[in-house]
Structures are given as C-alpha cells and as structure tokens.
C-alpha cells in the first residue's frame, strides 16, 4: 500500500495548483466517503489515480473512471509520469467513433454553438432572436401540458428562418411535435427519453454532463453536442457535483474536442472569456442576459468578450 500513497501522493502534488481540486466534503455515517476497490483495480497506476482523485476533491463515479485512465495512460505512454493528466479519448476507453461511422450517432449541429442564451419562456426566446443569438434553449417548468406546447410552438415559431438555433430543454415529444431543432436533455432524461425516436424525426440532442463519468456515460449515445457544467456555483439548478472550476473545464474540453461543447453554469461577462479560452465552442448564459439592464446589448457585448 505504501507504493500506491506514494504514487498518489505525487499525482496530487504535481497538481495541486492545476485548480484541479476543489474541497473534500465532510463525510459522516449518511454520507460515507468514496470506497477504492483493491480487487478488481488492474494496477498500482489504477489504485493511485484513484486515490488521487478523491484527495483532490472527485466524486467517486469520477474517481473510479481517472484511475482506469492513469492505469492506461501509464501503459499506453511508456511509464509512469506524475505531472501528466489523462486528456485523451482512448485515456478513458470513449467509443473510437467518428460521426460518419456511427449509425446511432445524433444529427449535426455546428461544432461552434457560440452564445448560448437558455431563457426561460418564449418572450425571452423571441427576444434573444431578435438580439441574434446564435443558440437558444427554452427552459420552460410548468407541470400543465397546454402551456408547455403553447410555449414551445411559440419559440419554434419565434426562431423559423432565423440566425437562432433552438433546442427545448427535457419536453422532448413536444419538440418533436412542434417541428423544433433540437432537445436538450440532463443524465436523468436519458433514461424515459425516446431517444430512437428523437434521432429518427431528424432533432439535434445536447446532453449535460457534471463530471468525467457523466461524460463518458454521454459518449456512448453520440449526441449532438454535449454540455459540461457548473462551471461555477449557480442558484438556478440545484448540481448534481460541486462547481468543476476551470481547470476541470480546460481538461474536460480537451479530453471531448471531438464533439461541439457548451460550458454552463454561474458565467457572466467577468469569466466569459477564460471560459471560452478552454476551446468549448459555447458559452451558456442565464443572469448575464436575463438580468442585464439591456438584453440585447449584453447579447453582443458577451459575444464581443468571447471573441476578445
């Protein structure tokens, strides 16, 4: 065992100042802390990536995921080096894919989504079609069928011939029914969700994702594009993780530069930028535009930030 806290102790210290770790929850008799499983770990590589992972504050679906990859990546680049960190598809046994090869692989959309506005009814959507976003998402919650289809063919409507991409957020039979782009979906829709049905009516499918095990899990369905979050901490939707920071980010997008990526969660027009450095092709917002004493003046200054 001692092998194995040494080789975690080094990847941990390699990184410590990489904004890879964020802080350990406290643990208690209802919340254990994440368990190592020494039986079926291939290696010492695979034991120490994942010690190293809870240490630096990764859930454990997550950390069970980066210990296979630093067994592989190990492996696979002649040996083992602390200061490196799993980036590549293969890291983490993500499908070898390209779209064309997939027959389940979900309709294109851009690979650069730019500003993503996700409002919350279809006055804000038309609004943001007139500010010429290029991507918007519907975020309607309403338990009562009628306004949802009321509000989802009205966005549909609002973004026809448009500059404006639509994607609805969790109604995915009513997207369909309305003729819209495409669907946005979180892990848990992935489950009740027609996703054959989706993908043969010709909608486009982003999927959300909180960490390396949710994008992995998302990999396999070959979405359209997929969004990596919280960024930072937001009171819009209660996380599923802790915010993943930046550095979590610059390494997410690396390791899934393959697909069109949308970061979300808590960005506003200080952080725009360094989010849109990390090499995602979107940039979702909420506050920064729904909040903003002019809307569609913020539209094209966070278009501006992004580009800057």
């Known amino acids: 065992m001692s092998l194995i806290r040494d080789l975690a102790d080094q990847i941990v210290a390699a990184h410590r100042n990489d904004d890879l770790c964020i802080p350990i929850p406290s643990y208690n008799l209802h919340n254990p802390p994440p368990l190592i499983d020494n039986e079926v770990a291939v290696d010492h590589y695979e034991l120490a ?35 490196k960190w799993p980036s590549r598809p293969e890291h983490f046994d993500l499908l070898p894919w390209t779209r064309n090869m997939n027959p389940n692989a979900f309709k294109e959309c851009p690979k650069r989504l730019g500003l993503y506005g996700v409002m919350p009814d279809a006055d804000w959507v038309k609004r943001m079609v007139d500010a010429e976003i290029p991507t918007v998402q519907l975020r309607f919650k309403s338990d009562e069928k009628a306004k949802i289809r009321k509000q989802i063919k009205e966005s549909v409507a609002a973004a026809k011939d448009s500059k404006t991409l639509l994607f609805i957020n969790d109604y995915w039979q009513e997207a369909i029914d309305a003729g819209a782009y495409g669907v946005h979906l979180g892990q848990e829709d992935l489950v009740d969700a027609n996703l054959e049905e989706i993908r043969g009516e010709g909608l486009r499918l982003g999927i959300s994702t909180h960490g390396y095990a949710e994008l992995a899990h998302a990999d396999r369905f070959c979405p359209s594009y997929i969004a990596m979050g919280a ?5 819009l939707k209660k996380m599923p993780t802790a915010p993943q920071g930046l550095g979590r980010l610059y390494q997410y997008a690396k390791l899934m530069s393959h697909y069109p990526l949308v970061a979300i969660g808590g960005i506003d027009q200080e952080s725009i930028h360094a989010v849109a450095k990390s090499g995602v092709g979107s940039v979702a917002v909420v506050r920064a535009i729904t909040q903003a004493k002019d809307p569609k003046a913020a539209v094209k200054h966070l278009q501006e930030l992004m580009q800057a």
């Open 49 to 83: 990536g994942a010690l190293a992972s809870i240490e630096m504050g990764f859930i454990e679906s997550d950390a069970r995921i980066l210990g296979k990859a630093w067994s592989r990546m190990t492996l696979q680049d002649g040996g083992f080096n602390p200061f």
């Open 231 to 235: 960024v930072f901490p937001t009171n």
